[in-house]
């Protein structure tokens, strides 16, 4: 679980479905990890680590998508809990170990609202 250490700022970036995306939009492209267990967003601090992501897991037809606004966060928020998620996962790698960088929604929407000093300049 990450700590409220851990700094983090807009922009951060999301892997984008563009099958779905390109259909419906934003935020309905965002990617969503869904096991037998639990759903969560995979959320990176730099888009390299993104597509890195994205690479090695062999996501065809998924590119990396840039959140930049507080606005688009909590549609992207409201997305995963409708789609019965509440964490994030914070750069996560492919093969990972689920609980190390993992943290409720309500962590990352605390460390990115407005006022905060991490607005996207």
Not at 22 to 42: A, H, I, M, N
Not at 75 to 97: C, I, K, Q, T
Request: zero cysteines; proline letters at 6%; hydrophobic letters at 40%.
């Amino acid at each position: 679980m990450i700590d409220n250490k851990f700094e983090i700022s807009l922009p951060i970036w999301v892997v984008w479905d563009e099958s779905i995306g390109d259909v419906r939009g934003f935020p309905f492209g965002v990617y969503v990890l869904k096991s037998d267990d639990s759903t969560e967003l995979p959320v990176f601090t730099d888009r390299d680590l993104a597509a890195t992501f994205v690479e090695r897991l062999g996501l065809h037809g998924h590119s990396t998508g840039k959140i930049s606004g507080w606005d688009k966060l909590i549609l992207v928020a409201g997305l995963l809990l409708l789609s019965g998620g509440d964490h994030v996962r914070v750069d996560p790698a492919p093969a990972y170990e689920r609980g190390r960088w993992t943290a409720p929604i309500e962590w990352l929407l605390g460390k990115l609202r407005p006022g905060t000093g991490t607005e996207d300049r």
